[in-house]
């Protein structure tokens, strides 16, 4: 009989907590068995109020500030390096694969730190006008973000499924299912690395228990799909999506600028030249 190595928990608003449902559920690798809660509906409607508040601290931080906290981030990462590596080993990679998605999981997070107070003058405009006045395409963060990650045995698409949102100022729901131990193992981490509470909230389950609660939040700004689902998940959380009016993206770019546009939102300011 396999011995369960270790029963994890949801990482919300900076604690961790058990599903409110009691409910797990198991994740055999080669050598290990966990345990994952279960997210329910009202595990989701707490992390949404977490990240609601979590969404006003991480942008009452200056961009010096979050870029330290990211590149905190990679430090632990990088001290806690042969624990992953064990880690993704038992996922069926081996350990020269390991390293190398290791490595880039903090290539990744350095380069997303960097890019914190320099992405609004990459993605802002001046506009040319007719008149004496200024036309300046000022970029925000769109808030509340669902993002749901792929279920690739990988340290780095993770980061990927959080960072570009977080980087721009948006506070992030992470959703894991059969990658979910690699997701609370980060959470650890993401604990010791001074991030705002509520700011990132990991969670896990099965998504099409959810799918329909995801889609009709009104508190959720934006739904990412980084996994493949299904295609009546796809209809489920467009229709619910479209009913609480929110942006969906389906399997968005995860590295380069691109990656960061489906997260802001564009306001025009105009202002007179004067004399």
């Not at 729901?173 to 690699?182: D, H, P, Q, R, T």
């Not at 479209?242 to 546009?261: A, C, D, H, M, W």
Request: charged share 25%; glycine share 6%.
């Amino acid at each position: 009989m396999t011995e369960v190595k270790k029963t994890y928990k949801h990482y919300v608003d900076g604690k961790f907590v058990r599903s409110e449902s009691g409910k797990v559920y198991a994740i055999d690798l080669k050598n290990e068995k966990y345990e994952i809660p279960l997210t329910s509906k009202k595990d989701l409607r707490d992390a949404v109020t977490s990240s609601k508040a979590g969404f006003a601290k991480w942008n009452s931080l200056t961009m010096y500030n979050k870029s330290q906290i990211l590149y905190r981030l990679s430090e632990m990462i990088e001290g806690n390096k042969e624990s992953y590596i064990i880690l993704l080993q038992d996922h069926g990679l081996s350990k020269s694969e390991a390293k190398n998605d290791i490595e880039n999981s903090i290539n990744t997070i350095i380069w997303y730190a960097g890019l914190v107070d320099k992405w609004e003058q990459l993605t802002g405009n001046l506009n040319p006008v007719a008149g004496e006045y200024f036309n300046i395409s000022h970029q925000e963060p769109i808030g509340v973000t669902f993002t749901l990650n792929s279920n690739s045995i990988s340290l780095d698409d993770l980061v990927k499924s959080f960072l570009p949102a977080l980087t721009v100022g948006c506070s992030v729901i992470n959703f894991s299912e059969k990658n979910a131990v690699i997701a609370l193992k980060l959470s650890e981490d993401i604990n010791n690395s001074d991030f705002p509470a509520g700011s990132l909230n990991i969670i896990a389950g099965k998504f099409e228990n959810i799918v329909e609660d995801v889609g009709g939040h009104v508190e959720i700004k934006h739904a990412v799909i980084y996994d493949d689902i299904s295609k009546e998940s796809k209809t489920i959380i467009g229709e619910k999506g479209s009913e609480s009016v929110k942006r969906i993206s389906f399997q968005p770019p995860t590295s380069g600028l691109s990656s960061i546009l489906p997260f802001i939102e564009t306001k025009t300011v105009w202002h007179p030249k004067g004399k």
